[in-house]
């Protein structure tokens, strides 16, 4: 059976630079997910032309807007950049600039051309949830955040923060720690014998 080996992480986009290459629809995607998670990234977004939506959204976010066509020269000072143009030539081109320089890239719609995807995503207060179909299936990725967002209580945060007191009034190692906090909690998961 075949398994999903990506490396779950959540980065701090306020922290990295982005590039976004494209300015139709999947570009206002892409920026509208990405802002909807990190509404402070530090993205540029380079494009012939763009989306009067992705204008306004942009102009929302500080979001430099750039009116090029790509060169590889948007690429210096950037962490991760996604290629989201019509042209599947320009963002294969992103992709090899990006891997000779060493920079994520995902090239939107063909998971070959990827470091990462984009998947789907739940937030309650501080929990966050990232779901992977493995680039595979973004429709049950879709399906499986609906259905997170539906069975995570609003006041999940509340749990959270409470946790979070408990801990700083824990002695002892690290794995002292742990196993007090294990033991608080076990009662969170219904576990059927």
Do not use: W
């Amino acid at each position: 059976m075949e398994r999903n080996e990506l490396y779950p992480v959540f980065l701090k986009v306020s922290n990295l630079h982005v590039l976004i290459v494209g300015g139709g629809n999947v570009g206002l995607e892409k920026l509208t997910f990405l802002l909807k998670s990190s509404p402070s990234a530090k993205v540029q977004m380079v494009a012939p032309e763009f989306l009067s939506d992705t204008l306004e959204l942009a102009k929302k976010h500080d979001v430099e807007i750039t009116k090029d066509v790509y060169a590889d020269k948007y690429l210096e000072g950037k962490h991760m950049v996604v290629a989201c143009t019509d042209k599947p030539e320009v963002n294969e081109q992103v992709y090899h600039d990006c891997r000779k320089l060493s920079k994520l890239v995902n090239v939107a719609d063909n998971p070959p051309f990827c470091d990462f995807y984009m998947g789907g995503i739940v937030t309650k207060g501080h929990v966050k949830v990232a779901i992977s179909t493995n680039g595979k299936s973004p429709t049950t990725a879709k399906r499986l955040r609906q259905f997170f967002e539906d069975v995570l209580p609003e006041n999940i945060d509340d749990l959270v923060n409470n946790l979070n007191e408990y801990r700083k009034t824990l002695k002892g190692d690290f794995e002292q720690k742990v196993e007090a906090l294990n033991e608080f909690t076990k009662g969170l998961v219904n576990k059927k014998d």
